[in-house]
């Protein structure tokens, strides 16, 4: 254990570990703040799909030159969130349907451009550090960036707590009583775009349905209660981010792999003893 101890102290030093691990920390928190609220609302699936939106949109700011691929990229996963939870579930192609299809669709086109048109001396690495993340390669103004936004995330989530449980829950009866529904899915849809934009770094496109379900599929076993699971899964994202950081730091082992494996060890952990519980009170 010292020495363990000991080598974490020393990888500390480096700026890329603390980085990786304030960036890891702010996007488990955020990701599983919307969470609990996708599951429920049956869009778990989501954050593939618009990681792969995502994906497609780097690929066609690579192709332009941009050097800056945020706001294109923040841009256009923001639509594509919008449209999938306010029209998804309206329109001749249902939610799970049309998420395949962006889903599926923006990978090929993604990946075809960046064949096309790449100017990359080595398109398999970029390819491969966009599909499972690239956190230890993080620069400074990316860390206060994604700590900007994530202080946003936390804070509209939390001003609007009431109003996204309501349309969560029951979004006919939230309409009924006078709640503006569709302003708040318009804000939800926001807010998961901003988490997947901020994710693809950590985990990479496609581990980040991971990085959402996960968390608040364990807290679920444990607790009943909305608030309760927010925060279990809120504190069950979060530890396992940082674990999962560490142990890829020491072990040298893929990070967005390690974390996931950490979220999938804690959901048999909290599926065990959700059971155990369910026997005892039987």
């Not at 690239?134 to 860390?143: H, R």
Request: proline fraction near 1%; charge should be neutral; include cysteine.
């Amino acid at each position: 254990m010292t020495a363990i101890l000991e080598k974490i102290a020393f990888y500390w030093n480096y700026p890329f570990v603390r980085y990786a691990l304030i960036v890891g920390v702010l996007i488990a928190l955020c990701s599983s703040l919307l969470g609990v609220t996708l599951v429920l609302k049956r869009f778990s699936f989501i954050g593939d799909g618009l990681s792969h939106v995502a994906f497609g949109a780097m690929a066609i700011a690579a192709v332009l030159g941009l050097t800056d691929d945020m706001p294109l990229t923040l841009g256009v996963t923001v639509v594509c969130a919008v449209l999938l939870l306010r029209t998804g579930q309206n329109t001749k192609i249902k939610g799970d349907a049309a998420i395949a299809m962006i889903s599926v669709g923006a990978l090929a086109i993604g990946y075809l451009l960046m064949n096309l048109f790449s100017t990359s001396s080595n398109l398999s690495v970029d390819v491969c550090s966009t599909l499972f993340g690239s956190i230890l390669t993080l620069s400074k103004s990316e860390v206060w960036l994604c700590a900007g936004l994530s202080v946003v995330v936390v804070a509209a989530f939390l001003l609007y707590y009431n109003k996204i449980f309501a349309v969560t829950f029951d979004e006919d009866f939230a309409k009924a009583v006078g709640t503006k529904a569709d302003l708040y899915n318009l804000l939800i849809a926001v807010i998961v775009a901003v988490v997947i934009v901020l994710a693809m770094n950590l985990v990479g496109s496609l581990l980040i349905s991971a990085l959402v379900i996960f968390p608040a599929l364990s807290a679920m076993r444990l607790f009943q209660n909305f608030r309760s699971v927010t925060v279990c899964s809120a504190v069950l994202s979060v530890s396992c981010a940082a674990l999962g950081i560490l142990v890829s730091i020491l072990a040298g082992t893929p990070v967005g792999s390690t974390i996931v494996a950490a979220d999938i060890l804690a959901f048999l952990v909290c599926s065990a003893l959700g059971r155990a519980r369910g026997g005892e009170t039987g």
